[in-house]
T-cell receptor, first 114, second 120 residues
């Protein structure tokens, strides 16, 4: 276990549904990240938060809406998704942002959009 | 923009033998970090080893070592005495250092991954 948990582990949703992914880190870190892992594609960084402030939005469509209410919790709100959004969504945290700090990953949420 | 390429989609090795996974990258910067991450079938990705570009000495962590060739922009991972628990997807990743090309915000760029299977 890395100290980063994600719920749910699996999620199936229709294109008109609204759902949320949750990430929690128990490491006392100040930075949190969302990544998307699609089959046969490299991991893609979606969002970066530092001390609850979003510092990076990597051209992610607005149907993905992140929220970071405190430095321990990170949410990804989903609405009106497309089938191509089906993927493994990984959360990570690090002590601070920046290259020096190791990122600790959660187990991921496997999302299927029908 | 930085790119990371792993040209071996799949590799296999016998238990106790040595295997090398390849990674090349492209950047015009001098200040950066390189990483190898391991993602076992349970899906929780963990850091295996890290290399700072300014360090000439290759990083080692127990059975894991890298061959960092800065001029060639190559960063291979060698796993010695392979164990069944080494079976996983391995990702090579790159990030700029804090003062290279502006704030990096720890933005990792990943390769496509190499699936490594260790056979008994």
């Amino acid at each position: 276990e890395t100290g980063v948990t994600q719920t749910p582990r699996h999620l199936v949703m229709g294109m008109t549904n609204k759902k949320s992914l949750k990430c929690e880190q128990h490491l006392g870190h100040n930075a949190m990240y969302w990544y998307k892992q699609s089959a046969k594609k490299p991991l893609e960084l979606m969002f970066v938060y530092s001390l609850e402030e979003r510092v990076e939005n990597n051209s992610v469509p607005s149907r993905f809406s992140p929220e970071c209410p405190n430095s321990s919790h990170l949410f990804l709100h989903l609405h009106t998704l497309q089938p191509e959004d089906s993927a493994l969504y990984l959360c990570a945290s690090s002590q601070e942002t920046g290259a020096y700090y190791e990122q600790y990953f959660g187990p991921g949420t496997r999302l299927t959009v029908t | 923009a930085q790119t990371v390429t792993q040209s071996q989609p799949e590799m296999s090795v016998q238990e106790a033998e040595t295997v090398t996974l390849s990674c090349t990258y492209d950047t015009s910067e001098n200040n950066y970090y390189l990483f190898w991450y391991k993602q076992p079938p349970s899906r929780q990705m963990i850091l295996v080893i890290r290399q700072e570009a300014y360090k000439q000495q290759n990083a080692t962590e127990n059975r894991f070592s890298v061959n960092f060739q800065k001029a060639a922009k190559s960063f291979s991972l060698k796993i010695s005495d392979s164990q069944l628990g080494d079976t996983a997807m391995y990702f090579c990743a790159f990030t700029l250092g804090a003062n290279a090309g502006g704030t990096s915000y720890g933005k990792l760029t990943f390769g496509q991954g190499t699936i490594l299977t260790v056979h008994p």
